[in-house]
């Protein structure tokens, strides 16, 4: 072999490991990049009014799947009016608040409107708490009258916290981006009162500000103290927890968004 031929030969190793050297640098700018980006996009998003529900430093981020999860579960019959208003309690704290007739703040659920969250999983029945948050309640039953909620998802799910809907952002698997950031367009004053954060309690999402509250709602999983008095709480569920447990369970990506959609319907039932 010719000096030629060497030489050719280690220019030709000296270039390879030159490009691979090239392209992972540019690989680890480009993730440099992108967190730098989402970083940014998280400051704006707060600045904006990104509405959210502050997650307590002791909730682990538990069963994080990045694979597409099959949409296997059949759609759930609409509960028949008779259905939803005979509806009994099924959690304990549920029924301590009914008892508790002398606590004006605390409605007897029987006698107030309902709402049915129909999912794919399982209907959860809704009973509010009109003493304590009226503002919350009509804002909540006229935007499910309006058909508002229907087609939106539940975009954050965190097992042993809470699980959120109710951003019209949602209705789009193209917005993605934007899941969290959406609203009805008006607010909600602050109407925070001494309920506390139970499981299966409904409460009120809202960003920096407390009178922020639009559309955006989460259903406890688990009870949580700190969140009390500083979110509205305004109903609790009848019936349905396990669909929550359900929900809360699903495989999920690095933003707490379920793998697989799972859409609302919202059905107001009244006397």
Same mark, same amino acid.
């Given at each position: 072999m010719n000096k030629n031929k060497i030489l050719?030969?280690?220019?030709?190793?000296?270039?390879?490991?030159?490009?691979?050297? &090239?392209v992972s640098s540019c690989k680890s700018k480009a993730e440099q990049?992108? %967190?730098?980006?989402? !970083? %940014?996009?998280?400051? !704006?998003?707060?600045?904006? #009014?990104?509405?959210?529900?502050?997650?307590?430093?002791?909730?682990?981020? /538990?069963?994080v799947e990045k694979k597409d999860a099959a949409e $296997? $579960?059949?759609?759930?019959?609409?509960?028949?009016? %008779?259905?939803?208003?005979?509806?009994?309690? !099924?959690?304990?704290?549920?029924? /301590?608040?009914?008892?508790?007739?002398?606590?004006?703040?605390i409605d007897k659920l029987?006698?107030?409107?309902?709402?049915? =969250?129909?999912?794919?999983?399982?209907? =959860?029945? &809704?009973?509010?708490?009109?003493?304590?948050? *009226?503002?919350? +309640?009509d804002n909540f039953i006229k935007l499910s009258k309006e058909g508002f909620y229907d087609k939106t998802i539940f975009h954050r799910v965190i097992p042993g916290f809470m699980i959120q809907g109710g951003d019209p952002n949602t209705?789009? *698997?193209? /917005?993605?981006?934007?899941?969290?950031? #959406?609203?009805? #367009?008006?607010t909600v004053p602050a109407e925070f009162n001494k309920i506390p954060h139970d499981r299966g309690i409904l409460s009120m999402a809202r960003s920096a500000d407390p009178n922020s509250a639009g559309s955006q709602f989460f259903l406890m999983h688990q009870k949580y103290p700190s969140l009390d008095n500083q979110y509205s709480v305004?109903?609790?569920?009848?019936? #349905?927890?396990? +669909? +929550?447990?359900?929900? +809360?369970?699903? *495989?999920?990506?690095?933003?707490?968004l379920?793998?697989?959609?799972? !859409?609302? $319907?919202?059905k107001v039932y009244e006397k």
């Open positions: 050719i030969i280690i220019l030709s190793l000296l270039l390879t490991v030159s490009f691979m050297f &090239i990049y992108r %967190e730098a980006y989402l !970083e %940014e996009k998280a400051k !704006e998003d707060a600045k904006k #009014g990104d509405v959210d529900v502050k997650k307590p430093e002791d909730v682990e981020k /538990k069963d $296997t $579960t059949p759609p759930v019959k609409e509960l028949t009016k %008779e259905e939803a208003m005979n509806a009994q309690p !099924e959690l304990d704290y549920v029924k /301590k608040y009914l008892e508790n007739t002398d606590d004006k703040a029987f006698d107030s409107p309902r709402i049915a =969250i129909n999912t794919k999983y399982g209907n =959860i029945v &809704i009973a509010f708490f009109k003493n304590a948050a *009226p503002k919350h +309640v209705k789009d *698997p193209s /917005k993605v981006a934007m899941y969290g950031t #959406g609203g009805p #367009g008006t305004f109903g609790a569920i009848i019936k #349905g927890i396990d +669909v +929550v447990d359900k929900v +809360v369970n699903l *495989p999920r990506n690095e933003r707490d379920p793998n697989e959609r799972v !859409e609302m $319907t919202m």
